[in-house]
């Protein structure tokens, strides 16, 4: 379209107009870095953008606006400059190249929006975009810009390099060329060439669109994995394959800096997958597996606990995938991320991974044993428990004598799930600690056992002068022990417990009421329900009640398939 | 990349484009019905319900329902309908129409009712039957004589002045685009060799401005691809590569942002090649079996320096499909010799085609003789479904036509000439534009663009020739 008005002169009011389509696209720029798009200056900023562009080229047509390194200029008046140099956006649009920009009438907003854009985001040096480029790819119909020539030295002699011969030459070859055919003229004239195999068929149509749907559809990352797999499974050339191996890993290592776990997950399975390829020569499988242990280096290391360190809002799914696709490689990094004290959820998913990823090498865990921090040291206890075995235990049992509570009750946990042989020791001598909770769990647990060296040392507690001031819940717990352990031997002292009365003493009466009860429901025998009926006869108020819970106990236990006893150890408390 | 793939113009135009697509494939439908039913006939009400349905939406979007040909394109209002595979019919008979009418472009109104559009058809079909001297003059005075309201029909060069005389500045910016792309190719192989990181930017930039001309007027830089290599010191190979595989793409209906990537995958199919000796690429005699195994990596090592010094991103995956694609072949055959379950891609089988068909029609020091244009399209036709995709292989010979741009002829009047310009409608790529170089007895001339096609030109091709016989070289007429 020929805007008439453009021939004329550009008027006062006209330059005026041009400056606030400026002012406006400058503050619109601003709105769009200082504010959120939720946030109402965000769009008030960009609606008066738009609505001063609509009315310059209502009123004037075609905005042609020249740049130079520091100012926009409209008719040789500038109308838009900025001192900084980082914050001008003539200059940004300059340093790429653009010496005009044109905004056409019929802009659209959508257009704007997206010109803002471009022009407010700064380039970064890695960026493979600039301006021109981000423009380019915009596509914005009523938006031109004119770019700066580029000077080209070789252009000509690049040009003239395709072209052989000198003009003269060329006359020579042509008159020997036209001689020639003359001699032997062509026998016939060409027939015209068939149609019909140059036009697609329906169906070959069909089939087009197809292919260009699947290409769409092909993400860059899986066409790159799948070439790097071809490639690398079929390298025979050492040198190359290492090259490859190396490039592999420090991508890797790249995508996990950047947060990309799930592009990082995807090399790993590349190379677990081409590990396991069929026909691959001699001794690459263990040089691709290998790789995994060169992907997470220091500065990986750092960049994965940042990563880690700002929340659980990474995809655990590629956490876990991560860690599995390292193997066994992933468990020292990954055990010095725990010790960083990633959220609840990160730390799970790391526990859960790590567990997987260590079956069949405990000893990597023994290092993080002797950390100083109590969580790492725990948490790696806890994850020897999940992969159990000799090798675990003799593990654990070097934390037995921890000096954190919260380490000796995972060791605890260790062994009473384990059952593991040399557990039997180490709950006895958890039966001395200082800490109520864990001698109660160990009481318990040894009660599970079975462990008849267990009902002597708690048959010796119960007589022991100080066992009487401790609290009802370990004293219940000796008691129910005992009564799982030794039910003959503390039968007797169960009725004494129970039909002996005691004046003025009835908190002391209640105390072994309860603890004689938890003693008889552990041993259930047809006599123990005998004294807690004669017991019950005798007894009021909440002694009565305790006894006769005992009893519905006892009878909810001879039901089939009701298990008598403790519930097992609760999971960790992973803190 | 804007998210998702989508720019503002598609948001904006896209609606327009469709619009545009159904105008078009309407007028074709009652272009081809109307000639075989009377106005009247329940088999036309459909079709021209339809056409009128559409000209109320031009005119609720307040566009215009405009449609018209120059310079061997059609549009829609100002956009142009770009040919694609699914659309073809449509677009070559509606290009005919508008070529045997002699008419530059036909807008309709709501004004224009099933009645008069059905008229108006009947009278270009009457127009186009009887020989005219000026048919679009016999059809604006049958339209006056009938009083159609509502449609109105101009001759060729009264639409888009602006794009009149643009045809030498094009040729102008083509070579300039070309020279640009050869010397940031140029900077890029050398990076490469240097071991030094590889940006990208300005290379992207040149495979932008190759797809805007390759938009606006295929022909200037299509003819440049004549320019070919003689060594490996310079770069017109990639450069044609690229030219070539961005033209089948657009042949294929590939959107803007990916002819980027299919560009920069073209141009830089052959990065490997930088690692490998020029004492090898250069040898004066043809390769041994050793050497050959050296060629032969340079797919692979073009994946390994691609991203050791660029990195993974999704450009770098896009190249890399042509870096390592280009000689991987339909069947399986070809090199690196590899386990692909995925297959090769579009991509690389465009770039494959390209890469094929600028090799062998180029002479480089290890290979003497070079073919003809039209002996190497016969070979990639004769190939395809084994080494090439057959219907990109068809769609190749539609960027090119069958006597491809830059085939040496000789015309049915005994003068020499070359293909400068195929002609887009196939039905007639038996007579190209042709630029007469040499009279019937071999005198050298500067002679005049022919178009064959039309019969005042008296002549048609006799025979082609091989310009390397007697040392010719075409490459000079599309400077």
Not at chain 1, 61 to 86: C, K, Q
Request: include cysteine.
């Amino acid at each position: 379209m020929i805007d008439a008005r453009r021939a004329d002169a550009p008027d006062k009011a006209e330059v005026a107009s041009a400056g606030l389509f400026m002012q406006a696209l400058a503050k619109a720029d601003r709105g769009f870095s200082i504010y959120l798009p939720n946030n109402p200056l965000h769009d008030k900023f960009f609606a008066e953008f738009c609505r001063r562009a609509g009315e310059h080229l209502e009123e004037f047509g075609t905005l042609r606006l020249e740049i130079t390194h520091e100012s926009v200029l409209f008719d040789g008046e500038t109308v838009y400059t900025s001192p900084d140099l980082r914050e001008n956006f003539a200059f940004r649009m300059y340093a790429d190249g653009i010496r005009s920009l044109i905004v056409e009438r019929g802009v659209e907003p959508p257009e704007l929006r997206t010109l803002v854009e471009i022009l407010g985001r700064p380039a970064r040096e890695d960026d493979e975009d600039d301006i021109v480029t981000r423009l380019w790819s915009s596509d914005l119909p009523h938006l031109r810009y004119v770019l700066a020539e580029v000077p080209l030295e070789s252009s000509a002699a690049a040009l003239d390099a395709g072209v052989s011969g000198s003009r003269a030459t060329q006359a020579g070859a042509l008159r020997r060329y036209a001689a020639e055919l003359a001699a032997a003229p062509p026998a016939s004239l060409l027939p015209p060439p068939s149609q019909q195999i140059f036009s697609l068929s329906e169906a070959e149509i069909a089939t087009l669109q197809g292919l260009l749907t699947q290409d769409e559809q092909r993400t860059p990352l899986e066409d790159m994995v799948s070439i790097l797999e071809a490639v690398i499974a079929a390298e025979r050339e050492d040198a190359v394959l290492q090259e490859f191996l190396e490039i592999v890993a420090r991508l890797c290592g790249d995508f996990l800096i950047a947060g990309r776990v799930d592009q990082a997950v995807e090399l790993l399975s590349l190379l677990s997958r081409t590990a396991a390829h069929p026909g691959l020569p001699a001794g690459n499988a263990a040089k691709i597996a290998g790789v995994r242990g060169r992907v997470i280096t220091p500065e990986v290391l750092a960049g994965l606990s940042r990563l880690l360190a700002t929340g659980d809002g990474i995809d655990r799914e590629a956490l876990r995938g991560l860690v599995t696709g390292l193997g066994r490689s992933a468990i020292e990094p990954f055990c010095h991320i725990l010790g960083d004290a990633p959220g609840k959820e990160t730390r799970k998913v790391l526990i859960e991974a790590l567990v997987a990823a260590g079956r069949g090498s405990p000893e990597l865990f023994l290092p993080f044993l002797l950390d100083p921090r109590w969580y790492l040291v725990r948490n790696a206890i806890y994850i020897l428990r999940r992969i159990a075995g000799p090798e675990s235990a003799r593990a654990a049992l070097r934390c037995a004598g921890h000096s954190d509570q919260r380490v000796r009750k995972e060791v605890m946990l260790f062994f009473d799930e384990t059952g593991d042989p040399a557990g039997e020791s180490v709950m006895l001598g958890f039966l001395g600690d200082d800490v109520q909770s864990l001698r109660v769990a160990a009481t318990r647990s040894l009660a599970r056992r079975g462990s008849s060296a267990a009902a002597e040392r708690l048959l010796a507690l119960t007589a022991s002068p100080g066992f009487a001031e401790r609290e009802l819940l370990e004293r219940e717990s000796v008691w129910e022990a005992l009564g799982a352990l030794a039910p003959d031997r503390v039968l007797p002292t169960f009725a004494d417990m129970l039909l002996k009365r005691r004046w003025f003493a009835r908190a002391q009466d209640l105390d072994e009421t309860a603890c004689a009860c938890a003693g008889l429901k552990r041993i259930g025998t047809p006599a123990a329900v005998d004294l807690l009926k004669k017991a019950a006869a005798g007894k009021r108020g909440e002694q009565r009640e305790l006894v006769e819970k005992a009893l519905r106990a006892i009878a909810q236990t001879r039901r089939p398939g009701v298990r008598a006893g403790n519930d097992a150890p609760g999971g960790p408390d992973r803190g | 990349m804007p998210p998702g793939g989508r720019t503002v113009a598609d948001r904006i135009d896209e609606r327009l484009i469709l619009l545009g697509k159904r105008f078009l494939r309407s007028f074709f439908v009652l272009y081809k019905t109307s000639s075989n039913y009377v106005v009247g006939h329940p088999a036309l009400a459909q079709p021209l319900a339809e056409f009128a349905e559409i000209i109320r939406e031009f005119e609720h979007r307040r566009e215009e329902a405009l449609l018209a040909f120059h310079d061997d394109n059609l549009y829609v209002g100002e956009l142009r309908l770009k040919p694609d595979a699914a659309g073809f019919d449509a677009f070559l008979t509606t290009l005919r129409a508008f070529k045997l009418g002699r008419i530059g472009s036909v807008s309709f109104t709501g004004q224009a009712g099933p009645r008069e559009i059905g008229a108006w058809f009947v009278l270009l079909h009457e127009v186009e039957a009887s020989v005219q001297e000026d048919p679009c003059g016999a059809l604006l005075a049958r339209m006056a004589a009938a009083g159609l309201g509502g449609i109105a029909v101009e001759r060729p060069g009264e639409q888009l002045p602006e794009r009149a005389g643009m045809s030498e500045d094009a040729k102008e910016r083509a070579k300039g685009i070309y020279a640009q792309t050869l010397e940031v190719i140029s900077d890029v192989m050398d990076h490469v060799k240097l071991g030094k990181a590889l940006k990208l930017k300005r290379a992207k930039r040149v495979v932008q401005s190759m797809i805007d001309q390759l938009l606006e007027a295929e022909t200037n830089l299509l003819g440049l691809t004549n320019l070919r290599c003689y060594d490996e010191y310079t770069y017109n190979h990639s450069v044609n590569v690229g030219i070539l595989s961005i033209a089948i793409g657009q042949r294929v209906g590939i959107g803007k942002n990916r002819l980027v990537d299919l560009g920069m995958a073209a141009v830089f199919h052959d990065i490997g090649k930088s690692c490998i000796p020029l004492a090898v690429l250069n040898k004066p005699a043809p390769f041994d079996e050793r050497e050959w195994a050296v060629i032969r990596r340079h797919p692979v090592l073009g994946v390994k320096e691609l991203l050791k010094l660029k990195g993974a991103d999704a450009l770098t995956a896009r190249i890399m499909q042509g870096a390592f694609e280009h000689h991987l072949h339909l069947d399986g055959s070809g090199y690196p010799q590899v386990a692909y379950p995925r297959g090769v891609s579009l991509s690389g089988r465009i770039v494959a085609i390209a890469d094929c068909y600028d090799a062998l029609t180029s002479s480089r020091v290890y290979r003497r003789t070079a073919d003809t244009p039209d002996a190497t399209l016969r070979y990639i036709l004769q190939k395809s479904g084994t080494l090439y995709d057959p219907i990109l292989a068809k769609l190749f010979v539609n960027v090119l036509g069958v006597y491809p741009v830059g085939t040496l002829c000789q015309l049915s009047s005994g003068e020499l000439g070359v293909v400068m310009e195929c002609n887009p409608d196939p039905e007639q790529w038996e007579s190209p534009r042709v630029k007469v170089i040499a009279s019937a007895d071999g005198t050298a001339v500067d002679g005049t663009m022919v178009d064959l096609a039309d019969p005042a030109s008296g002549r048609r091709i006799a025979q082609t020739l091989d310009a390397r016989r007697h040392d010719i070289d075409v490459a000079r007429y599309f400077l």
